[in-house]
């Protein structure tokens, strides 16, 4: 079943920013450190910032400085502020645990950055 909904992706231009949400499914995920994970067009699904049940965070380094992780345990959503945004930060964004994610897959929230 569906455990991730992502969503608040969209266009925007260079220099723009968006927030992205993600409301999971399971409550006990909140004790599981949670990650943002993007997929490109031709690439390889990647995480790109994570953090903890103690909201320790860790972030990818193309994006260090410019997107920030945060979560809510009580409404069970994660989120992904990211500023800046740069036409390589263009992919879809997925929710999961991390490092390692579950089998399911939300059906992730798209981020196009383009002038």
């Known amino acids: 079943q569906v455990q991730f909904v992502e969503s608040g992706g969209g266009l925007v231009q260079p220099g723009g920013s968006l927030r992205l949400s993600c409301a999971f499914s399971?409550?006990?995920?909140?004790?599981?450190?949670m990650g943002w994970y993007r997929q490109a067009p031709g690439k390889q699904r990647e995480l790109v910032a994570n953090?903890?049940?103690?909201?320790?965070?860790n972030y990818a380094d193309s994006v260090k400085g410019r997107f920030t992780i945060s979560r809510d345990n009580a409404k069970n959503t994660l989120y992904l502020q990211m500023n800046n945004l740069k036409p390589d930060d263009a992919a879809v964004y997925y929710c999961n645990t991390a490092p390692s994610p579950r089998n399911s897959w939300g059906q992730g929230t798209q981020v196009t950055v383009s002038s």
């Open positions: 399971r409550r006990d995920f909140r004790i599981y450190t």
């Open positions: 953090i903890t049940a103690g909201r320790s965070t």
